[in-house]
């Protein structure tokens, strides 16, 4: 079970592919269930801006403590 508690660093370049798996699954999933996710389009606009606003928060204070 140290799966989940592995220490790894990942170089730009590294999370550049990852970034892009990740945003292909959304857009197709995005894509197939349109019509039920637009009913939600608010709660999900108001959860992106709270998420966005905590990471990028928490990379600031990563970078500040780094220097």
């Known amino acids: 079970m140290g799966f989940f508690n592995a220490k790894t660093t990942w170089a730009n370049k590294e999370f550049i592919l990852f970034k892009l798996c990740v945003a292909s699954i959304y857009t197709i999933v995005g894509s197939y269930f349109h019509r039920f996710f637009e009913n939600y389009y608010l709660p999900l606009f108001v959860l992106f801006g709270i998420t966005m606003i905590w ?7 990563k970078m500040k403590h780094k220097s």
């Open 55 to 61: 990471t990028v928060t928490l990379w600031l204070r």
